[in-house]
């Protein structure tokens, strides 16, 4: 990652794009691919979102410091007999980790990134599951066209970092609980906190980190009404706020059906 290709990837200045590698690359030691790893071209071709260790000492060069982000999120040390949907999975980390606390079956799902719609692709995700030797299945679907019918019913449902990025959504609330049969981890930025009513910032333009596809920013009130209005009997707030980035404060929340 540097900062020809972030400016050429997400069409921003070439200021902007060495404002988010400053943010992001903590871990200078990620960013280096060692030669001779057979798979080291390939990684490096990637634009990645995610930081995959995956194995012989070749970790994924990313823009998010993902190992930080998971001890957050409160996902259940083991998995075993579960189904579990990774829904805007993007590379799969949480997926692939998923799979390795013993979930039975892992379905990850994206749409933007992996039809080309974002900076990213699902190479990254391909690449991971081959190296890793997983048997996470891929499903390339809408957030709004989740439903039981087309992906089925999952024990739990991780939904990371995408809630922000809806224009509609308690839409996609409603969708996400329609295939959750107990659990739903959610972790989203969250706005408003001075805001002890459920309220909602809507981003129009690139307010938000300066990308065009962040929506809103809902407070914790109306994460929590949200979700109880789509049918979650429980609703706690995990953890958070985290500030993985300076003025997008990020929360994870869990709900039971
Ligand atoms: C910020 S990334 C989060 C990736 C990962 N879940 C994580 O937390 O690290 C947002 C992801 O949501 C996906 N996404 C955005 N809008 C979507 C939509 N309408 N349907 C499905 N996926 C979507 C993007 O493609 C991207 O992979």
């Known amino acids: 990652m540097n900062v ?9 200045t070439a200021r902007q794009a060495m404002r988010i ?14 030669a001779g790893h057979q798979s080291a071209d390939a990684v490096s071709a990637i634009t990645w979102f995610h930081r995959i260790d995956l194995g012989n000492g070749v970790v994924t060069p990313s823009v998010e410091n993902t190992p930080e982000k998971l001890p957050t999120l409160g996902i259940p040390k083991r998995l075993d007999g579960l189904s579990v949907l990774d829904i805007g999975a993007w590379d799969g980390f949480f997926s692939f980790e998923a799979e390795r606390r013993g979930a039975r079956r892992v379905l990850a799902t994206d749409y933007i990134c992996w039809g080309g719609g974002g900076w990213g692709s699902q190479a990254g995700f391909d690449l991971a599951r081959r190296v890793l030797g997983s048997k996470v299945e891929d499903q390339r679907i809408d957030v709004l066209d989740h439903s ?5 019913v999952f024990d739990v449902v991780f939904f990371f970092g995408v809630l922000y990025h809806m ?8 969708r996400v609980a329609s295939v959750t049969k107990e659990q739903l981890i959610l972790e989203t930025h969250v706005d408003m906190l001075d805001c002890d009513r459920p309220a ?6 690139s307010e938000l980190n300066l990308d065009p596809t962040n929506w809103c920013g809902p407070n914790r009130p109306m994460v929590e009404a949200m979700l109880k209005t789509v049918g979650f009997r429980k ?13 997008s404060p990020r929360m994870v929340f869990h709900a039971w059906k």
Request: net charge positive; glycine share 6%; aromatic share 10%.
């Open 4 to 12: 020809t290709k972030l400016k050429r990837d997400m069409k921003i």
């Open 21 to 34: 590698l400053k943010r992001f690359t903590a871990f200078p030691q990620a960013r280096h691919v060692p």
């Open 148 to 152: 039981p019918q087309t992906v089925g």
């Open 167 to 174: 224009r509609h959504p308690l839409l996609a609330l409603e």
């Open 200 to 205: 909602m910032a809507f981003y129009p333009g």
């Open 235 to 247: 609703v706690v707030l995990h953890s958070g706020p985290h500030y993985y980035v300076p003025c």
